[in-house]
């Protein structure tokens, strides 16, 4: 099929060119293949360290296949690289939770609250983790 003859192509030269790098790891990661997206946000990483999308999207990668510890490293690089996005905040209060870190989840989503006002899945969320901490 043409589509995986352009994929082989786009793989065959994406170590000469950072584009093809981020367009291949996000066809995997659309397509629910997380390792081998991952292998491509890091090879972005090795390219260009300042590139905060793409430390983004490995940690997303890792949070995908349950990988809390490293998922939170490279969405916390991101995040100290100046990305500030909802999914972002809400990714690094997920990876928090699941290594029982509840109070510096909540952290993350009381500031994502203060930035996206009114927005009822996060304050479910903070409600949920004030549960917990009870």
Do not use: W
């Not at 995908?64 to 510890?69: G, H, I, M, S, T």
């Not at 100290?80 to 870190?101: D, P, T």
């Amino acid at each position: 099929d043409k589509y995986q003859v352009y994929l082989k192509l786009c793989e065959k030269y994406s170590d000469e060119f950072i584009d093809i790098q981020d367009m291949l790891g996000k066809i995997y990661y659309g397509q629910n293949d997380y390792k081998k997206a991952g292998k491509y946000f890091l090879n972005m990483i090795k390219i260009d360290p300042d590139n905060s999308q793409a430390f983004y999207y490995y940690g997303m990668s890792c949070l995908k296949q349950n990988q809390f510890l490293l998922s939170l490293k490279y969405l916390e690089k991101a995040y100290n690289k100046g990305l500030k996005s909802m999914e972002l905040y809400k990714a690094l209060a997920f990876s928090l939770y699941k290594l029982n870190r509840i109070y510096e989840s909540v952290l993350y989503i009381e500031e994502a609250i203060s930035i996206y006002k009114n927005n009822k899945s996060l304050e479910e969320t903070l409600e949920y983790y004030h549960k917990i901490m009870e």
